[in-house]
């Protein structure tokens, strides 16, 4: 979340680029980091969840063994 809330945004500001680039500024370059750089926090988000879910799904698979070997004995 740091990365898509605060990073991207700091590297979107146009006074930042400016000061970077000087006379030779182009806001397509500046367009095109602030973009990938919101993709890369989208996409570590996306990871996130998917490592979520499969440790959720071990953890229930697990509770749910332990749940039936109580039931047998």
């Known amino acids: 979340m740091v990365t898509l809330l605060a990073f991207s ?3 979107g500001k146009g006074a ?11 806001r397509a370059v500046k367009n095109i980091v602030e973009e990938g ?3 890369l ?3 570590l988000i996306f ?12 953890r229930m698979a697990k509770n749910h063994k332990h749940c039936t070997d109580q039931v047998t004995q």
């Open 9 to 11: 945004r700091m590297m």
């Open 16 to 26: 930042f680029w400016h000061s970077v680039m000087g006379d030779d500024y182009v």
């Open 37 to 39: 750089i919101e993709t």
């Open 41 to 43: 926090g989208y996409t």
């Open 47 to 58: 990871i996130s969840a998917i490592e979520l879910v499969l440790i959720c799904r071990k």
